[in-house]
């Protein structure tokens, strides 16, 4: 299983930037697409990016193409997402995930499924 940690979370305003890190741990890290799901209270835990370090490839959630990009940089088993003009329904807290077979593959996938999680880091957006 993979171990995960994520960072980079805070506080900005409306058209805002934030960085977001996964470091990732384990023996078949690179073996798995990994990806950035996002949830709010009372709502469902919601896909956003999916990248693959072979390739690599990346997909990402209509909601945010254009704004948000995911990248990995497998000298420091770390997945980012560079989030920028950040809306306020951007507002979430946001979780790295690993499990799947393609970047895409994040997308459909059932998120209870994953056999890795992070803990999760606040991201919110102010008007």
């Known amino acids: 299983q993979v171990q995960l940690v994520e960072s980079g979370g805070g506080l900005v305003q409306a058209g805002g930037s934030l960085r977001l890190s996964c470091a990732a741990s384990g023996r078949t890290f690179g073996s798995y697409a990994m990806g950035w799901f996002r949830q709010t209270p009372g709502k469902e835990r919601e896909f956003v990016a999916g990248?693959?370090?072979?390739?690599?490839?990346?997909y990402y959630a209509d909601s945010v193409k254009g704004r948000f990009t995911i990248s990995g940089e497998y000298a420091k088993n770390t997945v980012y997402l560079q989030m920028n003009s950040l809306k306020p329904e951007d507002t979430a807290v946001y979780y790295c995930?690993?499990?799947?077979?393609?970047?895409?593959?994040?997308?459909?996938?059932?998120?209870?499924?994953?056999?890795?999680w992070g803990q999760g880091t606040q991201v919110t957006v102010s008007s």
């Open positions: 995930a690993a499990g799947a077979a393609t970047a895409q593959a994040m997308a459909s996938a059932r998120p209870s499924l994953f056999p890795s």
């Open positions: 990248f693959k370090w072979s390739g690599p490839s990346t």
